[in-house]
């Protein structure tokens, strides 16, 4: 098919990015219903795109319709490249939150060939829908905190029988990974979810899911549910919501089709009206139930898995990274080892850096100096999207005996490097011929620099910063409305803003 960037508004246009995130599948293609579903999708908004994530470069890759400003966007985020990942499975889901979070911020498209496109925007002046299943509920619910961080609103998240691995459904064989359950977070304005459970305690082929807080929450019946389309009611929630958006009679997804015996039981009361129709797209929006504002989003991590929690290599393994050392636990201190044995170099996965990052910082300890050459560093750089590194300002001599953990490193980050952009980070040792030192690496962090009142973090106090300090009236501490950290956003916010109007110092 050929495909075309088109740069002019449409009048008719409907500006809505819609992001699909499946759960676990032993299947290579992740649930060919995700396909499904955008196709669909696209085919009820009578124009748009669908883009595949890429996760070896980042991209979104073209695989059908027209790619258009103010056109829809269906994007499919497959995440989870095997099961059987190296080390622990802690915290994977989060780590891909990450990733998504920077390929939303910074997009970069691609054709059928992989040759670049023009790009578009993902976020600004649209509305945002992101539709999870399962486990890819948790992968969603993170990422909209993370755009509530940065106090980007969200119009809709609909979620399908959440299922977060964390140890508490389905016990004894939902392993805890470390899967923060998903919220409805302050900054989504409409938040439904479809779930159902079948109350038993041994359920691997067809597992539980569970409300969500301050959500609009449709309880399937199982027994209904069990009457055909897939072989778990599992998946048979997003089925349900797939004939919500394809209102032909009879539609199929791409695995199942639903049955005429279907249309009779699984919507009583009509589907023309329920599911998709809350939707920009679907044309219900106005008529979506009142709900409850949710959580306050935050703090995140910029560099995700940087503490490196139990001993996860979650954050350094896909989407872009590349563990080519050890993440050890030794004397109760979980931290990256470099050297000639584990390996010399960690680079993490995508992920974007905000504007105000002014350096990276870290704690090290030399385990065994370097004893030939006594020229071995420990250095860090920063990898942009086309390959491009950019080493950052300082080294760390490795030539010292061990004298501990040294906290408070810190590599600047040139003002010349872009912000608001994804990069992959790099932290490596360098030395001449041979490199024998061996170090620890641990508590990777942003150093990010924002003045009061820059809500938006662009360095920039204007419009937007007092628009999104209004929103966020009256809420609890933690979020850059509350200029003064007293605990709240109110008028004495409003006026260090205003104090501080234009371009941040």
């Known amino acids: 098919m050929s495909v075309l960037l088109v740069g002019l508004q449409l009048a008719s246009a409907q500006s809505v ?30 124009s748009g795109a669908v883009c595949r994530y890429e996760q070896s470069t980042g991209a979104w890759r073209l695989v059908n319709g027209t790619l258009a400003i103010g056109q829809p966007v269906c994007l499919i985020f497959r995440w989870l490249e095997d099961f059987d990942k190296p080390g622990p499975n802690w915290a994977y889901g989060e780590a891909a939150a990450d990733a998504l979070y920077g390929a939303l ?171 998709y129709y809350h939707s920009q797209i679907g044309g219900g929006a106005a008529f979506r139930p009142a709900q409850s504002p949710g959580f306050t989003p935050g703090p995140v991590a910029t560099i995700f898995g940087g503490s490196f929690d139990q001993a996860s290599q979650a954050g350094w393994r896909f989407h872009g990274g590349f563990l080519n050392g050890a993440i050890v636990n030794e004397s109760g201190i979980t931290f990256l080892k470099l050297g000639s044995g584990p390996g010399t170099s960690a680079t993490h996965n995508r992920f974007h850096l905000p504007f105000g990052a002014s350096a990276i910082e870290l704690s090290y300890r030399i385990l065994s100096p370097d004893t030939v050459g006594g020229d071995d560093q420990l250095a860090m750089s920063l990898i942009d999207t086309s390959g491009v590194v950019i080493a950052l300002p300082g080294t760390i001599d490795l030539t010292q005996p061990d004298a501990g953990w040294q906290g408070g490193a810190t590599f600047t980050i040139p003002p010349q490097v872009e912000r608001d952009r994804k990069y992959r980070l790099q932290v490596m040792l360098q030395g001449g011929a041979q490199t024998d030192a061996i170090v620890g690496v641990d508590d990777l962090q942003v150093i990010i620099e924002v003045c009061a009142g820059d809500v938006d973090g662009n360095t920039v106090v204007d419009v937007n910063d007092l628009l999104a300090l209004l929103a966020l009236w009256g809420t609890d501490p933690g979020n850059p409305a509350d200029t003064n950290s007293d605990g709240t956003v109110d008028v004495l916010d409003l006026l260090d803003l205003l104090a501080v109007w234009g371009a941040c110092p």
């Open 17 to 46: 990015t819609t992001i699909i995130t499946h759960g676990y599948s032993l299947d290579s293609t992740k649930g060919a219903w995700i396909e499904g579903m955008a196709d669909a999708i696209v085919a009820r908004a009578g």
């Open 105 to 275: 911020r910074d997009p970069d498209f691609i054709d059928a060939l992989g040759a670049p496109l023009g790009a578009i925007e993902l976020i600004k002046d649209r509305d945002l829908h992101f539709l999870g299943h399962s486990r890819g509920t948790v992968v969603n619910s993170e990422t909209v905190e993370r755009l509530g961080v940065a106090c980007i609103q969200v119009d809709h998240v609909t979620s399908f029988d959440p299922h977060p691995m964390n140890g508490t459904l389905d016990v004894p064989i939902n392993y805890d990974w470390g899967d923060p359950e998903p919220r409805r977070w302050s900054n989504v304005v409409f938040h439904d979810n479809y779930w159902r459970a079948d109350g038993g305690w041994f359920n691997a082929a067809d597992p539980d899911g569970m409300p969500i807080a301050d959500a609009l929450n449709l309880e399937f019946s199982e027994s209904t549910l069990n009457c055909c389309g897939y072989g778990n009611a599992h998946s048979d929630t997003h089925l349900w919501y797939h004939g919500t958006i394809d209102l032909t009679p009879l539609p199929c997804d791409g695995e199942q089709c639903i049955t005429q015996t279907m249309r009779d039981t699984w919507w009583t009361s009509g589907y023309t009206e329920v599911g």
